[in-house]
């Protein structure tokens, strides 16, 4: 089983910067990939990053390559999501979500999701 708990969450003006954490418990940490989704209103629930297991590798949404980085550490048990020049397209509710298996771009094959954290940006 893993627990997972999103903060750093809130409104930005666009052009700003914001940095959501996600904190996990129970599984070994270093065993589980880690995403992070997003879900506008009226929309699916879509893929943003993922970061493997070691950290190593790391996948990106083309619509926050360059402007978003996934990192994790794995001695505190967290990833992270920094978002630089931030869009009100970015506005949506944010998931972390873990896997065991390698990385993955659909949200069904993540067994572990966290609670959502609100990300809102005005332009």
């Known amino acids: 089983q893993v627990q997972l708990v999103e903060s750093g969450g809130g409104l930005e003006q666009a052009g700003g910067s914001l940095r959501l954490s996600c904190a996990a418990s129970?599984?070994?940490?270093?065993?589980?990939?880690m995403a992070w989704f997003r879900q506008a209103p009226g929309k699916e629930r879509e893929f943003v990053a993922a970061?493997?297991?070691?950290?190593?590798?790391?996948n990106y949404a083309d619509s926050v390559k360059g402007r978003f980085t996934i990192s994790r550490d794995n001695a505190k048990r967290t990833v992270d999501l920094q978002m630089n020049s931030l869009k009100p397209e970015d506005t949506a509710e944010y998931y972390c979500?873990?896997?065991?298996?390698?990385?993955?771009?659909?949200?069904?094959?993540?067994?572990?999701w966290g609670q959502g954290t609100q990300v809102t940006v005005s332009s």
């Open positions: 979500a873990a896997r065991f298996q390698g990385i993955s771009w659909y949200s069904s094959d993540y067994g572990y």
């Open positions: 129970g599984r070994t940490f270093s065993t589980i990939t």
């Open positions: 970061t493997s297991r070691s950290g190593g590798s790391t």
